[in-house]
Nanobody, 131 residues
């Protein structure tokens, strides 16, 4: 059973920074495409950022470009979301997700951008940015 455990959420003032971490159980972390999603109150869940299994490709939603950075450490089975210059509008529950990828199909080399491409989900961590 693959488990994803997020940490690093909390309350921060506008302009501050947070780093979210997600540890994935299992031995095949390096083959998972990883993503961070968020769901604000009353809104649908949306992709924030994603990184390919290879680590060579990343993507992020336009509203966080230049402020949020996704990265992975395969030795630690961990994916990170560094969030800088935080704004109140990013307040949400942030979820980590893992997608099984394949060298043969090529999915190992690109990011997964939709929820249905992901196979495993964490429980979520709350990020609250005060003004």
């Amino acid at each position: 059973q693959v488990q994803l455990v997020e940490s690093g959420g909390g309350l921060v003032q506008a302009g501050g920074s947070l780093t979210l971490s997600c540890v994935v159980s299992g031995r095949t972390f390096s083959r998972y495409g990883m993503g961070w999603f968020r769901q604000a109150s009353g809104k649908e869940r949306e992709l924030v950022a994603a990184i390919s299994g290879s680590g060579g490709s990343t993507t992020s939603v336009d509203s966080v470009k230049g402020r949020f950075t996704i990265s992975r450490d395969n030795a630690k089975n961990t994916v990170y979301l560094q969030m800088n210059s935080l704004k109140p509008e990013v307040t949400a529950v942030y979820y980590c997700a893992a997608a099984e990828t394949s060298y043969y199909s090529g999915s190992y080399y690109y990011t997964q951008k939709t929820e249905d491409e992901y196979d495993y989900w964490g429980q979520g961590t709350q990020v609250t940015v005060s003004s």
